[in-house]
């Protein structure tokens, strides 16, 4: 591809999906921590600001903590959106709501902008690795002119829908995903408490039918003995992302008890381990006291 290509946000997850970029695209990224892109460019991207991101690049990735720091960087007081000429086309990965989209389009329309919601799911290793999940939001046209770039990233690209149906769908995932963990861990300490090995239990787990991503992945790989690997992924990140789902559901008037009752759980968790602590920090000490 000809056409310069910016990446904005390239912090754990965001410099993952553009290191599956860098090699093949004239890649210019940008970040409030200048340094988060060093890796970056060391490997042939060129940092720079994102307003100057937003002149030169005709194809802008987004990769940013939530919904409301997309919308404050694109429309913002000093949004970059101005800056976007006609016919540029912003690529978010970010875990956002479908109700920001809703703002953000038609603004972005106006100004011959498109957008693709295109949050990816697997973590920060798999999204490095190439296999991780990207689930897309959009016109069949943008997402035709998205679709080799989204490749890119990943082969396991799924068009969901129009706009905004590829955060739903993260959202949906991450609620379910959250539920796991918690009711994995209650399960796993159970079969402890009644003096089986953890490893034991997981492993009789992963071959019944109650296997999930924790207890394939989670446990086995970051859990197991008596120490725990951070996963990077923090537990404000979870209760932001378990919050918007929830907010998403109820402006459906759709009931997720369970889903409440794990963003209650994960409340607890920050107040004893705090926001910044790591999931698998939570799931190690949880039940230590």
């Given amino acids: 591809m000809s056409e310069k290509l910016g990446f904005i946000g390239v912090g754990a997850m965001g410099s993952a999906i553009a290191s599956r970029l860098v090699a093949d695209h ?4 940008s970040d409030l921590n200048r ?8 490997q042939g991207a060129t940092f720079m600001p994102a307003d100057e991101t937003a002149k030169h690049c005709r194809y802008v990735f987004l990769s940013l903590p939530g919904p ?10 000093q949004g970059i959106a101005r800056h976007f000429a006609r016919g540029t086309l912003v690529i978010d990965t970010t875990t956002g709501a479908p109700t920001t989209d809703r703002e953000i389009i038609p603004a972005l329309a106006e100004l011959g902008v498109d957008f693709v919601d295109a949050p990816i799911a697997g973590g920060v290793k798999r999204a490095r690795a190439g296999t991780a999940t990207l689930m897309v939001g959009g016109s069949e046209q943008a997402f035709a002119r998205a679709r080799d770039l989204l490749l890119a990233v990943t082969p396991h690209v799924f068009h969901v829908g129009p706009s905004g149906t590829g955060h739903a769908m993260k959202l949906v995932n991450n609620l379910l995903n959250s539920c796991n963990r918690f009711a994995a861990l209650e399960a796993v300490r159970l079969g402890q408490a009644c003096g089986i090995d953890q490893d034991t239990v997981v492993e009789v787990i992963n071959k019944s039918s109650s296997r999930n991503y924790t207890t394939e992945n989670t446990f086995p790989q970051l859990l197991s003995g008596g120490s725990y690997r951070a996963q990077g992924f923090t537990l404000q990140l979870m209760l932001k992302d378990l919050h918007l789902a929830n907010e998403m559901a109820e402006g459906l008037g759709h009931a997720t008890p369970i889903g409440h009752l794990v963003e209650e759980f994960t409340m607890e968790a920050i107040d004893r381990f705090g926001p910044d602590a790591d999931q698998s920090q939570f799931m190690a000490e949880w039940y230590a006291d």
């Fill in 26 to 29: 004239d890649l210019y990224v």
């Fill in 35 to 42: 340094q988060a892109a060093d890796e970056l460019v060391s």
């Fill in 68 to 77: 409301a720091n997309v919308f404050e960087l694109l429309l913002g007081d």
